[in-house]
């Protein structure tokens, strides 16, 4: 599986970016796809996951509200539409599969990283004020 996050740039504070994903390979037989951030002197957190199948999503609690997480099964592709962002969000975003049993697993992991494999290179959301 190989992933390319793609659509980030600079944006000032209160303005949306989308952030796309693409998915090649057999990402669409793993259980979901997440977005990790990771900030300058930051350790890498996460941002949103959803599954392939039911369209399951989940949000840190900094991205409720503001960011939407979504897929294309049939391209196999992910995306992250960012509303209101901060300077706080500034940082290398992530696009990655994750590897769940099932809906449980999923709901109770979802959050950490090192259960998520075949990471991309990111994408630079740079947010002024």
């Known amino acids: 599986v190989q992933l390319q996050a793609f659509g980030g740039g600079l944006v000032q504070a209160g303005g949306s970016l989308r952030l796309s994903c693409a998915a090649s390979g057999r990402a669409a037989s793993t259980y979901a796809m997440g977005w990790f951030r990771q900030a300058p002197g930051k350790e890498r957190e996460f941002v949103a996951a959803?599954?392939?199948?039911?369209?399951?999503?989940r949000y840190a609690e900094h991205a409720k509200g503001r960011f939407t997480i979504s897929r294309d099964n049939t391209l196999s592709m992910g995306y992250l539409e960012m509303n209101s962002l901060n300077p706080e969000d500034t940082g290398v975003f992530y696009c990655t599969t994750g590897l769940f049993d099932n809906d449980f697993d999923y709901t109770r992991n979802y959050m950490n990283a090192a259960r998520y494999a075949h990471w991309g290179q990111g994408t630079l959301v740079t947010v002024s004020s």
């Open positions: 959803v599954t392939w199948r039911s369209g399951s999503r």
